[in-house]
């Protein structure tokens, strides 16, 4: 089975200012990895992906994430934020094991303020 | 083109009724998702469907829970005798064809159901 831990519930940050939120999991088969981000009364939104290849994944809206295998972790990365990034944040992984179950962290709650 | 809808947006009914939840997912998508989102957690994933039959049910809390899809578009998620902590947020995706892992999935904005 497969676990994701996105240790922080909310991260407050300044509009342009850096910022990452973390995610770890834990599995004892190969994944791969997704970030989505949840705005308010909306579906969930692909950010980003890690299947194969460059271990630094760029997405949509200026976000990266780098996938580290040793550390099992997969942090989400933005040079300066906006207020419209204000949003849930949820790190996912799949199992390369044939079933297409994801699995969520809890999430991050990011609030960009003025 | 148009995304995953799902229908209703909320529903509030009383404990021991019985439920209907509805997706749509996006045109020429053959695979379809439904999870459970509760409050202050991460969606949960229910059921997969590939086609018309569903290839993956593990996650069905118990049998109240049930889900059809007879002609491989739209799905149907019922729940009987519904119970306060069935409470969440249901959430539908959808894919191309689940012929591969690394295929996105697409998710609706969720019917938000409420059991008093």
């Known amino acids: 089975a497969q676990s994701v831990t996105q240790l922080d519930s909310q991260v407050p940050v300044f509009e342009e200012a850096p910022v990452e939120l973390r995610c770890n999991y834990s599995s004892s088969v190969s994944v791969y990895l997704f970030w989505y981000v949840q705005y308010p009364n909306q579906g969930l939104q692909l950010l980003l992906k890690y299947l194969s290849g460059s271990t630094l994944v760029k997405g949509i809206n200026g976000f990266e994430a780098e996938f580290n295998k040793s550390q099992t972790s997969f942090h989400l990365r933005k040079p300066s934020v906006h207020i419209s990034d204000t949003a849930e944040y949820f790190c996912?992984?799949?199992?390369?094991?044939?079933?297409?179950?994801?699995?969520f962290g809890s999430g991050t709650r990011l609030q960009v303020q003025p | 083109g148009a995304g995953v809808s799902q229908t209703p947006s909320n529903k509030v009914t009383e404990k021991g009724k019985y439920v209907e939840l509805r997706c749509d997912p996006i045109?020429?998508?053959?695979?379809l998702y439904w999870y459970r989102q509760s409050l202050g957690q991460g969606p949960e994933f229910l059921i997969y469907f590939q086609g018309t039959g569903a290839a993956d049910d593990s996650g069905l809390p118990n049998d109240r829970f049930f889900a059809v899809r007879p002609e491989g578009s739209v799905s149907t998620l019922k729940i009987q005798r519904t119970e306060r902590g069935d409470s969440a947020v249901y959430l539908c995706a959808s894919s191309l064809s689940g012929g591969s892992l690394r295929e996105t999935q697409y998710f609706g904005p969720g019917t938000r159901l409420l059991v008093l």
């Open positions: 996912a992984v799949i199992p390369d094991t044939g079933r297409r179950a994801l699995t």
């Open positions: 045109s020429g998508h053959t695979a």
